[in-house]
T-cell receptor, first 111, second 115 residues
Framework: QQKVQQSPESLIVPEGGMASLNCTFSDRNSQYFWWYRQHSGEGPKALM?????GDKKEGRFTAHLNKASLYVSLHIKDSQPSDSALYFCAVSHNYAQGLTFGLGTRVSVFP | GPKVLQIPSHQIIDMGQMVTLNCDPV?????FYWYKQILGQQMEFLVN????????KSKLFKDQFSVERPDGSYFTLKIQPTALEDSAVYFC?????????????FGKGTRLTVV
């Protein structure tokens, strides 16, 4: 059964700083990787996806995937207080399969 | 942006009773999901539903669980009878396509407490 683990559990970042979130997964057949963000009182919202090895940049957010190392990461550049949220890594190995989520990393950005 | 609405936000129910959780998916979406999150644990996939049928379900989707979406109304998760271990936050989600490369939109969740 797929295991998705995230680290660190929580992260405190100064405004303007860089936040780095890590995620490892256990199933080598995993194909689809998502980062979801959940603000307090809201449901999770997709932040970005990555399906190929390497880096993918969307604005201040960069995802990195290394399938051979069973590793995916998210980096938030120039962090803003509005980035304070719970970040989930979500993985699927099947085109139509439900996502397997990690426990999340809580990011707090202080001014 | 597109929103998935869940009603109610909280529900407290006596063990053994039936409960129905309601979800109003994004209007043009075709695939619907329920996820369960026990406090302090991962959010876990329960079921996905398309064209009136369960397409895929996990081992967490017990025989006491059922889903339906009669005539385009709410997408519902019914638990009958409820057990103490059903206490959790249940997230409804929807997507335009079933593919794992398609964005899934989540509601805010219904917190179910079984006492």
């Amino acid at each position: 059964q797929q295991k998705v683990q995230q680290s660190p559990e929580s992260l405190i970042v100064p405004e303007g700083g860089m936040a780095s979130l890590n995620c490892t997964f256990s199933d080598r057949n995993s194909q689809y990787f998502w980062w979801y963000r959940q603000h307090s009182g809201e449901g999770p919202k997709a932040l970005m996806s990555i399906f190929s090895n390497g880096d993918k940049k969307e604005g201040r957010f960069t995802a990195h995937l290394n399938k051979a190392s069973l590793y995916v990461s998210l980096h938030i550049k120039d962090s803003q207080p509005s980035d304070s949220a719970l970040y989930f890594c979500a993985v699927s190995h099947n085109y139509a399969q439900g996502l397997t989520f990690g426990l999340g990393t809580r990011v707090s950005v202080f001014p | 942006g597109p929103k998935v609405l869940q009603i109610p936000s909280h529900q407290i129910i006596d063990m053994g009773q039936m409960v129905t959780l309601n979800c109003d998916p994004v209007s043009n979406h075709l695939y619907f999901y329920w996820y369960k999150q026990i406090l302090g644990q991962q959010m876990e996939f329960l079921v996905n539903f398309y064209n009136g049928k369960v397409m895929e379900k996990s081992k967490l989707f017990k025989d006491q669980f059922s889903v339906e979406r009669p005539d385009g109304s709410y997408f519902t998760l019914k638990i009958q009878p409820t057990a103490l271990e059903d206490s959790a936050v249940y997230f409804c989600a929807s997507s335009l396509a079933r593919a794992a490369n398609t964005e899934v939109f989540f509601g805010k969740g219904t917190r179910l407490t079984v006492v």
